[in-house]
């Protein structure tokens, strides 16, 4: 592609994604394509002779975008959000020009320099002004890296040296609501399933019983195990259940466990003052992970680590070969020996556009607005008779059930139904869970271009299309 090409089609490309962003209200959220469908419409082998960009560019609309659903729609209430606010998006533009990587402080200063600030900025954003961190592609990689250090740091360091075969069982404590990230850093840490230890919930938050929490890691401690950590759930995938981080630190105060609180979504609510006090003793926690790319805006991947002492990490992931020293310089950040993954993209670029171009100000607005229209139509789901409000709202999401009085068949097949039913129209797009063996509805308000009426309007729709499949 020669530059005059290449001008042609960013200039064109740049175009085509502003319209996207405008008309995304009217496609369907959810690709309605069938597994496949898109699969055989694409050659079977690489082109030999290279093709023009103009051909390349149909086949992105007319095979490509069939088969997209659409996160930035403001009827998106699955899972949870996926924000990528424009101005981080123009940063991405940037960022896929320049295609710096960002290991070291040389190989790119400024993205080192950026970060460390972006980093101080977002810790006194949310209230963590003593924390440092590093930012990471998402919350998985995040934990793998808080895992290993609570592991190294329970086997003083000798595990990446010897090897796990020959040293003690370590146990890492979590409740049964914690993200599937976990379980899997766990395998990858080489801790094995078997030593992250569910550990009950209780209350209307869900939250680990530090009761049932203490009496594990004695039970642990007396057969010879050796506790390492305990994970704390902030705001958790399946319904938003919140540990009570202030008693669960005063466990691990009290065995000198390592933390890691796992906010990768509530943690960006922590920028509205009013909120702060849900993660009440957050400075004492050794580490805490929460994505930007969720409910801040930051275009994914955008997954803030925060650490309260870097050495800790430093000694379980820094590695020094010979070819990525800097000599003859000081007073600077290698942020990929916090990390796992070497190269690293420039994020800090787009945190920097988006918290300059919205300010704090208008993002709390925001958030204050998802949790305020999520509590209102939960309500109604509290009201109508044939609705269950299965979990109230945590922050912006909450979980329901359609439960009419007369209905002789299974609830669980009857709310999957309806689940189907709403995704497969396309009006709206929600995500299912299962709550104490119920499957339920989850409803989360979060993308960026909803207003109250989307809200209020899915839940019109969610009725009608119930009371429809059940007659
Ligand atoms: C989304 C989510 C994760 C996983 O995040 P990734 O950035 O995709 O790895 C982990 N924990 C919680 C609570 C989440 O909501």
Sequence with gaps: MDMENFREWAVKCAEWGVSYRELVESRPVRSSVSPGEIRVQLPALPPEEGETFQSIFNDFERIIMPGITHWQHPNFFAYFPANAAPPSVLAE???????????????????????????????????????????????????????????????????NELGLSGLNQVRV???????????????????????????????????????????????????????????ICFGGTSCGSTDNIEEVQQVAREFNLYTHVDAAWAGSAMICDELRENWNGIEDADSIVFNPHKWLGAQFDCSIHFVKDRETTLKTLAIHPEYLKTYERQNFVDFCEMTIPLGRKFRALKLWFLLRSYGLKSLREKIRNHIQWARDLSQRFKNEMDFELVTEPQFSLFTFRYHPEEYLGDLDELNQRLVARINDAGSIYLSSTRVDGKLVIRFQVGQFDTKRHHVMQAGNLICETARRLSR
């Excluded at 590093?134 to 740091?153: F, H, K, N, P, Q």
């Excluded at 404590?173 to 030593?195: K, L």
């Excluded at 230890?197 to 869900?206: A, F, K, L, Q, Y």
């Design 173 to 231: 404590y979590a409740s049964s609501e914690v993200h599937s990230s976990i379980d899997r850093a766990i395998w990858v840490a080489g801790i094995g399933q078997q030593n992250l230890v569910r550990v009950p919930i209780n209350g209307e938050n869900r939250a680990i019983d530090v009761d049932a929490l203490r009496h594990q890691i004695v039970m642990d401690q007396r057969i010879g195990m050796l506790p390492a950590g305990i994970v």
């Design 93 to 159: 533009m940037l960022v896929a020009n320049l295609a710096s990587q960002c290991m070291i402080w040389q190989t790119s200063p400024a993205a080192s320099e950026l970060e460390e600030v972006m980093i101080r900025w977002l810790g006194k954003a949310v209230g963590l002004p003593n924390h440092f961190g590093v930012i990471e592609d998402t919350a998985s990689t995040a934990t793998l890296g808080a895992i290993m250090t609570m592991r190294e740091r329970a086997f003083e360091w000798q595990g």
